[in-house]
């Protein structure tokens, strides 16, 4: 399995600006091989992408999707739709949706069963807060959004892509040692049981990419912030 270089660019980006970025990233990083990188911009914005990486290597993902197939869901977007313009990945359970918008592990059960169902490849987040970390209940905490959000599809683990987001990484500039996160991999590998690929997030940034990379337990990356520069974004899918 190669290694995974996603990049998550969150509400950021309009359609003409995430055409620009992508034209300008795939100049810089030129050929590459022995890793898969993933673009995951804003749902307006992956029809236009769509199209610029489908005679690339690059794939395409989106941010959310919802648990139903169709209907009256206002503001949603259907598994199906992200299919539709050439989305391989999901994000789901992304720690921004768990404690902004109130995503709860039921809600995140459902999209990952309708995801696996309809041929996305989920990339299922998980993540302690810094005050869980701080009163000792990380391990509490991941066991659980693993347990929940695994329930009924467990034997299906190996189809899903995990990512290992503490929460008081994200944005923060704070990362998690490579150690910090080598640690937690493999405690979420050993929940697991099934051979999946498990991503680090959480200020991932050309400063620090090389070193996570080393850790033997990271398969790869979900980079915020340091996705929108197409010169670090480029550094990162080149970490050494
Ligand atoms: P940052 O890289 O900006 O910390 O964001 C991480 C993240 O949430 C990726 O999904």
């Given amino acids: ?77 259907s598994g199906f739709f992200l299919k539709a313009v050439g989305c391989e990945y999901v994000v789901i359970g992304h720690s921004e949706r768990r404690h902004i918008m109130g995503e709860t592990d039921d809600m995140i059960n459902r999209k990952l069963r309708l995801a696996l169902e309809i041929g996305l490849i989920p990339i299922f987040c998980i993540g302690e807060t810094e005050k869980e970390r701080e009163s000792g209940k990380t391990e ?11 329930k009924d599809i467990e034997n299906e683990a190996h189809k899903i892509v995990f990512a290992y987001e503490p929460v008081w990484a994200i944005g923060t500039g704070k990362t998690a040692t490579p150690r910090q996160a080598a640690e937690m991999h493999q405690y979420i590998r050993g929940m697991i049981k099934k051979p999946s690929t498990i991503l680090y997030g959480g200020s991932v940034k050309p400063e620090n990419i090389d070193s996570l990379m080393k850790q033997e337990e990271i398969q790869g990356v979900l980079v915020g912030g340091a996705s929108l520069k197409p010169e670090s974004f480029t550094r990162i899918i080149r970490f050494e």
């Fill in 140 to 150: 509490t905490v991941i066991a659980r959004q693993i347990k929940e959000g695994l």
């Fill in 1 to 77: 399995m190669e290694p995974i270089v996603a990049g998550n660019w969150k509400m950021n980006k309009e359609p003409g600006e995430s055409r620009a970025l992508v034209q300008r990233l795939m100049e810089l990083v030129g050929d590459y091989k022995d890793r898969l990188v993933i673009l995951i911009p804003p749902f307006t914005s992956l029809p236009s992408i769509g199209e610029l990486v489908r005679n690339s290597r690059m794939k395409l993902g989106g941010q959310n999707m919802h648990w139903e197939r169709s209907g009256a869901y206002t503001g949603e977007i």
